[in-house]
């Protein structure tokens, strides 16, 4: 198993921080349930059945298994939702393979999607039955038809927005909003490079940049991507497959290099966009799909006196306000057409696994939503 090593965040420490969350989590709800529930508890049902896909043992795509679970009444703090679509993300794969923590098993897969809420814990303010929400956040539990969660993981959706836009673009879309204004700090003007270009976070990441001035380099598998990249943003694509990316990106920026690379590819892409930047830049490693970044990257970037970024939108949107104002920036851009969501595939949730071996396969473009019913 390619396991990330290296500069990769350790995963114990992981563990232990969405542990804890989901331990503080458990904590509240039984708090806010002894100081509320009366008032639930009379309007508690029977547990609901749906469909899920979960894990039982961390392993390939055959490992997700298409279960029939129950899910009982909202807890004090939660909110069950009603699911409409839900988002496919490179974090899933992570996490069927056991290097992103289940908090136990098995357990249901994924992180982001969208619906309607259906039931409501009894100290939840501000979210009623038939709200149209979406979240991208830990701990996992997003494969399903219905599903419970913290209400204050929940933003509600402008009427603009439909469920499978939300679903592609809640994880991915915050996501490139923080590279965007804060990792990066990316000044209008800049030349910048994005990996996996025409990858369900870069597509985004490429639109955002170019709206906000930046000369987009992308770098993409095939023609077909780079085509879609350059639809989308990128004002140039490299196929980094078959072509010499540092001496093409010496090429357009006349030896200058760039200000910022966003690096999502990780192993097989680090050395290179390291070589693209020029002395003082910003080395943005957000990502490991190739696997983890060799260590000897550091001290290649130390050469040139890079910053080197590793950030994680969980842990950028822990304060709810944060993750508030993220998520108004993502659906203002959204609803004013400076970025768009291109749904590449659709999978009915049944096939999750074949959307997992796509993915990992380098055979979806854009965003992909599996969609319960
Ligand atoms: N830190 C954060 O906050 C954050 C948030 C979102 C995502 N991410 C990370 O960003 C990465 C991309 O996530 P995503 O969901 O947007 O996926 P994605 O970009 O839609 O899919 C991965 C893409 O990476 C490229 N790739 C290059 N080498 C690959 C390899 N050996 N195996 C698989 N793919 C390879 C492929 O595009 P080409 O064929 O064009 O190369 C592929 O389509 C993941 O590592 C994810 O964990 C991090």
Same mark, same amino acid.
């Given at each position: 198993?390619?396991?990330?090593?290296?500069?990769?965040?350790?995963?114990?420490?992981?563990?232990?921080?969405?542990?804890?969350?989901?331990?503080?989590?458990?904590?509240?709800?039984?708090?806010?349930?002894?100081?509320?529930?009366?008032?639930?508890?009379?309007?508690?049902?029977?547990?609901?059945?749906?469909?899920?896909?979960?894990?039982?043992?961390?392993?390939?795509?055959?490992?997700?298994?298409?279960?029939?679970?129950?899910?009982?009444?909202?807890?004090?703090?939660?909110?069950?939702?009603?699911?409409?679509?839900?988002?496919?993300?490179?974090?899933?794969?992570?996490?069927?393979?056991?290097?992103?923590?289940?908090?136990?098993?098995?357990?249901?897969?994924?992180?982001?999607?969208?619906?309607?809420?259906?039931?409501?814990?009894?100290?939840?303010?501000?979210?009623?039955?038939?709200? !149209?929400?979406?979240? /991208? +956040?830990?701990? $996992? =539990?997003?494969?399903?038809? %219905?599903?419970?969660? #913290?209400?204050? *993981?929940?933003?509600?959706?402008?009427?603009?927005?439909?469920?499978?836009?939300?679903?592609?673009?809640?994880?991915?879309?915050?996501?490139?909003?923080?590279?965007v204004?804060?990792?990066?700090?990316?000044?209008?003007?800049?030349?910048v490079?994005?990996?996996?270009?025409?990858?369900?976070?870069?597509?985004?990441l490429c639109?955002w940049l170019a709206?906000r001035?930046s000369?987009v380099?992308?770098?993409?598998?095939?023609?077909?991507?780079?085509?879609?990249?350059?639809?989308?943003?990128?004002?140039?694509?490299?196929?980094?497959?078959?072509?010499?990316?540092?001496?093409?990106?010496?090429?357009?920026?006349?030896?200058?290099?760039?200000?910022?690379?966003?690096?999502?590819?990780?192993?097989?892409?680090? !050395?290179?966009?390291? /070589? +693209?930047?020029? $002395? =003082?830049?910003?080395?943005? %490693?957000?990502?490991? #799909?190739?696997? *983890?970044?060799?260590?000897?990257?550091?001290?290649?970037?130390?050469?040139?006196?890079?910053?080197?970024?590793?950030?994680?939108?969980?842990?950028?949107?822990?304060?709810?306000?944060?993750?508030?104002?993220?998520?108004?920036?993502?659906?203002?851009?959204?609803?004013?057409?400076?970025?768009?969501?291109?749904?590449?595939?659709?999978?009915?949730?049944?096939?999750?696994?074949?959307?997992?071996?796509?993915?990992?396969?380098?055979?979806?473009?854009?965003?992909?939503?599996?969609?319960?019913?």
């Open positions: 198993m390619d396991l990330p090593t290296g500069i990769e965040p350790p995963l114990p420490q992981r563990a232990e921080g969405y542990g804890a969350i989901h331990t503080r989590e458990r904590q509240f709800t039984r708090i806010f349930t002894t100081m509320y529930g009366q008032k639930h508890r009379a309007r508690s049902r029977l547990p609901v059945k749906t469909r899920a896909v979960r894990i039982h043992e961390p392993g390939g795509p055959e490992a997700l298994r298409l279960d029939d679970i129950r899910v009982p009444d909202p807890g004090a703090t939660q909110v069950r939702i009603a699911q409409r679509a839900v988002g496919l993300n490179f974090l899933d794969t992570y996490q069927r393979r056991g290097l992103f923590p289940s908090p136990a098993l098995p357990c249901v897969v994924g992180f982001e999607g969208a619906g309607v809420v259906e039931a409501v814990g009894g100290a939840v303010r501000g979210l009623e039955e038939g709200d !149209r929400v979406a979240y /991208a +956040c830990a701990p $996992p =539990g997003a494969y399903a038809g %219905l599903r419970l969660i #913290a209400a204050d *993981a929940l933003v509600r959706l402008p009427d603009a927005i439909d469920f499978e836009q939300a679903a592609a673009a809640m994880l991915k879309g915050m996501t490139a909003e923080y590279l204004h804060g990792s990066g700090k990316v000044q209008p003007g800049d030349a490079l994005v990996t996996a270009a025409a990858g369900g976070t870069g597509l985004l639109q709206h001035g000369t380099i992308g770098c993409v598998g095939d023609e077909a991507k780079r085509a879609l990249a350059e639809a989308h943003g990128c004002r140039h694509a490299i196929d980094y497959r078959r072509e010499d990316v540092a001496a093409r990106v010496a090429e357009l920026t006349g030896g200058e290099g760039l200000a910022v690379a966003y690096d999502s590819v990780g192993r097989d892409t680090a !050395r290179a966009s390291v /070589a +693209c930047l020029r $002395p =003082g830049g910003t080395l943005v %490693l957000y990502g490991s #799909a190739s696997g *983890a970044v060799p260590q000897s990257v550091l001290a290649e970037a130390a050469a040139k006196s890079l910053a080197v970024v590793r950030p994680g939108l969980f842990e950028e949107n822990a304060a709810p306000a944060a993750l508030q104002a993220r998520a108004e920036a993502l659906f203002a851009v959204l609803e004013e057409g400076a970025v768009a969501v291109h749904v590449g595939r659709r999978y009915p949730l049944a096939e999750a696994a074949e959307a997992h071996r796509d993915l990992e396969a380098r055979r979806t473009t854009g965003q992909s939503v599996l969609l319960p019913a």
